[in-house]
């Protein structure tokens, strides 16, 4: 029997097949890190403004997984978003069956014969990110060579296959044993966590004639059902609804699966309706599973996020919220009357915004601090910001059960969102600011005269946009919109003036401007996020 005396791997083959892996897996880590660095925001608004219908959540799920090149980065910051209470349920649902798809097509054309494309993207790549002048072309080039990098590893992949195969008693046993093979794709697909990378090594299995037509199917359905397994594992429980949304993904793939299995010898049977090659064919039937789990299940996104909400629900007593924060102003009693709880919800968002309103007013201090202690002590405030949050989207995860009408649900998402967006502006601060501000203390740099006075007013401006924030928060979003999109207009207007002047003192060697300049160009840029943060919020 094979498991009695299990062959030993061919060394040559599974070397070439980890180092392939390896080189994927850092190359999709390369795109995916430039991506989130350059262009995090602009992500950030695609998929939080993927409210207005199931078409455009959807679609944005496609593009955010393709940009990404993972589903599951898409799929984490989609449910993120839904603990942040910026992205209802029903619309995660869409985005994260769009980012499958997304990703589905990226592996489809990844497997086209590309191989004159790395030697390209490694120069342009590199030309980019050593002779650029701006962060962003730098952070292009970066893609660029991860993308070249995947090319590369996809033709490193092919030629381990075809030169050295796999031991003829594994591929018997699975042959033999299909549900081993299913089994060992979904733990392989959750090990590396990229259903890419395991997608295109069954692929290049399938053109070296080493799988057949039924053991196809299993496959890909253990490949997608590892895809789930990723995400499920990587969201914890604590908020509810965006457990629910990976839980939804990870139980749509496997009662596919268990119909696509069922009827495994009829699909096997016709899988030459997808293509020539056994390589594109398997290539096919993935994207197909993921097309048809999109055209059945994102219809039914209400009714998906009801039941997947109570599949998700905590099991035993519910945890009692008269602890849920010190200091907390949210009365456990007001749950079950939503207009009550609202209004103290609200008091907890202001409570908030204060906090966050002062750390923010503060920031620049940590650019004079003497030693990291100061540093550390000035952003632990940042603690209490982040538990006033976690606070009231507990509070409101419990009053969201009682809501009875849309005005209601309006109003609790708008408190959601506004907290959400007071806490990543403190995040922003406690994270990327502090880290310019060690960063510049630890090289002893000095900000030019006119550097410093530039940061000075660019704060200014970045504070009146959270004061006008605030102000139209408290007003219930009634307040006169136009002043608050001059303010944001003007604050971006100036940090692009600020870079500009930057780069001409860099151009004038002024030795001040040059010790400074990674430093000032990431201050200037953390300060536009924050106007970003606002801005993105009021239109999506």
Not at 43 to 56: F, M
Request: one cysteine or more; a positive charge; hydrophobic letters at 55%.
């Amino acid at each position: 029997m094979f498991f009695q005396n299990p062959p030993a791997f061919a060394p040559a083959f599974a070397l070439g097949i980890a180092g392939g892996v390896c080189l994927l897996l850092w190359g999709s880590y390369m795109v995916r890190r430039g991506v989130e660095r350059a262009y995090a925001s602009r992500l950030g608004a695609l998929v939080s403004g993927a409210t207005g219908s199931r078409a455009r959540a959807f679609f944005s799920g496609v593009l955010s997984a393709a940009l990404l090149q993972s589903a599951t980065a898409a799929i984490l910051l989609t449910s993120s978003m839904v603990a942040a209470g910026l992205l209802p349920l029903a619309a995660a649902l869409a985005v994260i069956l769009g980012a499958d798809v997304g990703s589905a097509i990226a592996v489809r054309v990844l497997y086209l014969d590309l191989s004159f494309l790395p030697p390209l993207l490694f120069c342009a790549g590199l030309g980019l990110s050593r002779l650029s002048g701006t962060w962003r072309q730098r952070q292009l080039g970066r893609i660029l060579f991860g993308l070249g990098l995947i090319l590369l590893a996809i033709q490193m992949l092919r030629h381990s296959v075809a030169a050295s195969a796999p031991p003829d008693e594994l591929l018997a046993a699975l042959g033999a044993l299909p549900w081993i093979a299913l089994l060992v794709a979904a733990l392989c697909t959750w090990a590396a966590h990229s259903s890419v990378a395991v997608v295109l090594i069954i692929a290049a299995l399938a053109d070296a004639g080493l799988v057949d037509a039924r053991l196809f199917v299993f496959l890909v359905v253990g490949a997608n059902i590892g895809a789930g397994l990723i995400a499920l594992s990587l969201v914890g429980r604590r908020h509810r609804d965006s457990y629910a949304a990976v839980l939804a993904n990870f139980l749509m793939r496997a009662a596919l699966g268990a119909a696509a299995l069922a009827a495994a010898d009829f699909l096997g049977g016709n899988l030459h309706l997808l293509g020539d090659a056994p390589g594109a064919r398997l290539i096919n039937a993935h994207l197909a599973f993921n097309l048809a789990l999109a055209l059945l299940f994102v219809p039914f996104g209400a009714q998906l996020a009801r039941a997947a909400r109570r599949l998700s629900a905590p099991r035993g007593p519910a945890e009692p919220l008269r602890d849920i924060a010190p200091g907390a102003g949210l009365d456990p009693a007001l749950i079950d009357k939503p207009k009550q709880a609202l209004s103290c919800a609200r008091r907890e968002a202001f409570r908030l915004a204060d906090n966050t309103e002062a750390l923010y007013g503060g920031a620049l201090g940590m650019f004079e601090a003497g030693d990291r202690a100061d540093i550390d002590r000035f952003v632990a405030r940042d603690s209490e910001i982040n538990a006033r949050n976690k606070a009231i989207q507990r509070y409101l995860a419990e009053v969201r059960r009682h809501a009875g009408d849309a005005e209601v649900e309006a109003a609790l998402d708008q408190i959601l969102r506004f907290a959400a967006t007071m806490e990543n502006i403190g995040d922003l601060v406690a994270h990327n600011m502090a880290r310019l501000a060690r960063k510049r203390l630890e090289r002893g740099a000095r900000f030019s005269g006119a550097g410093e006075e530039e940061l000075r007013a660019l704060h200014a401006e970045v504070l009146k946009v959270i004061q006008l924030d605030i102000t139209d928060f408290a007003a219930g979003g009634q307040a006169s919109g136009k002043a608050a999109r001059r303010q944001i207009k003007a604050a971006l207007e100036l940090g692009r003036e600020s870079i500009a002047r930057h780069r001409r003192r860099l151009s004038e060697r002024k030795t001040s401007s040059i010790d400074s300049s990674s430093i000032h160009q990431d201050m200037v840029r953390d300060l536009m996020h924050v106007v970003r943060y606002i801005e993105n919020r009021a239109v999506s």
